[in-house]
């Protein structure tokens, strides 16, 4: 049974930094394709970083640059380092496979983690 828990998340100020990391359980992250995923408040869940096994990343526009997706194979970690965080980065993110996890009942999400951008 996959279990995925976010933390890192908080409230930081414009151009600050944050690492999230996922912790993961009953799956090598290290065989499958990894991404942290994003949801703003009356937006959308978006995809926003990608790692996948072979070791290629790749990033949504809006990140690209300020963003950096990595793994501990050891720890079954992945992190999302962010910096130059704007206002417009603050959501809820989550890690999840891509394609995302999915069960008898639906589509599997972790608890997230919330980061707040603001001055």
């Known amino acids: 049974q996959v279990q995925l828990v976010e933390s890192g998340g908080g409230l930081v100020q414009p151009g600050g930094s944050l690492r999230l990391s996922c912790a993961v359980s009953g799956i090598f992250v290290s065989a499958i394709s990894m991404g942290w995923y994003r949801q703003a408040p009356g937006k959308e869940r978006e995809l926003v970083a990608r790692k996948n096994s072979g070791g290629s990343s790749n990033y949504a526009v809006s990140v690209k640059g300020r963003f950096t997706i990595s793994r501990d194979n050891a720890e079954n970690t992945v992190y999302l380092q962010m910096s130059g965080l704007k206002p417009e980065d603050t959501a809820v993110y989550y890690c999840?496979?891509?394609?995302?996890?999915?069960?008898?009942?639906?589509?599997?999400w972790g608890q997230g983690t919330q980061v707040t951008v603001s001055s």
């Open positions: 999840n496979k891509d394609p995302v996890f999915r069960t008898t009942k639906g589509d599997y």
